[in-house]
C-alpha cells in the first residue's frame, strides 16, 4: 500500500472521475492516485470473452449485470478508495436492476471479480489484488492466466482451485449455474 508524500493532497471520487475524462487512467488508494496503463490485445480480449460468457448467462435470467475495467467501484470513503477490476458481476441481490449507475462510481463491491493476469504481473502482485478484493468482501475471485491458459479460483475462505484450459469455469455460489470451459475464454 501506497502513503501518501507529505503534502500530497489527497484526491477524492469526483477528482479521479475528472482525471478520467481527460483520459488519465488509474485507481485510488486512500485518496493517492495510481496510474494504470493499457494492456494488451490478449488481455482485451480475455476479459471481454469472459464478460460476454458470464452476460449471456445472467442477463436472461435476470440474476445480476456484468462490469468490465471501465467500471470502477468505490470501497471506501474519506479518504476515498476506488478501484477497478477485469470484470465484475453484481448480482440483483447486491445491486438491483432496476437502480442505474450513472456518472459515477459503484458504490458496492461485486459478488465476483475476474483479473486478467498479465505476463508482466509477479505472483505477489497477483495475490494481493486477490487479497484485496477479498477484505471487501467479494466471495470469488477468478485470476485468468492467459499464458499458463488456467484460471485459478479463490473462493473467500477456502483454498485455491486451479483449472485447465479442459476443466469447466464455474460460477460457485457467487453465480449459481454458470458454468463454461476454461477454454472458451481463452480463444476468444
Keep these: 500500500m501506497t502513503t501518501p508524500i507529505i503534502g500530497q493532497e489527497l484526491l477524492t471520487a ?14 485510488l488508494v486512500r485518496g493517492v492516485f495510481h496510474e494504470l496503463m493499457s494492456t494488451s490485445g490478449e488481455h482485451s480480449e480475455v476479459a471481454a470473452a469472459l464478460a460476454g460468457e458470464i452476460r449471456s448467462y445472467v442477463r436472461p435470467r435476470r440474476l445480476g449485470r456484468v462490469s468490465t475495467s471501465d467500471g470502477g467501484v468505490r470501497l471506501e470513503r ?36 475476474a483479473e486478467i493476469v498479465s ?3 509477479q505472483p505477489r502482485q497477483v495475490a494481493d489484488r486477490v487479497a484485496m478484493w477479498h477484505s471487501y468482501g467479494v466471495p470469488l475471485v477468478w485470476a485468468v492466466y492467459p499464458a499458463l491458459r488456467t484460471v485459478a479460483a479463490h473462493p473467500l475462505g477456502r483454498t485455491a482451485v486451479i483449472l485447465g484450459e479442459d476443466d469447466v469455469l464455474d460460477g460457485g455460489a457467487a453465480i449459481p449455474g454458470f458454468q463454461c470451459l476454461v477454454r472458451d475464454i481463452l480463444d476468444p
Design 14 to 27: 469526483n477528482d479521479l472521475l475528472r482525471l478520467s475524462s481527460k483520459g488519465v487512467k488509474g485507481e
Design 78 to 113: 474519506d479518504p476515498d478508495t476506488v478501484r477497478e477490476m477485469d470484470v465484475g458481476y453484481y448480482s440483483a441481490e447486491t445491486l438491483p436492476l432496476d437502480v442505474r449507475v450513472r456518472g459515477s462510481y459503484y458504490e458496492v463491491a461485486p459478488d465476483l471479480v
Design 119 to 121: 505476463p508482466n504481473d
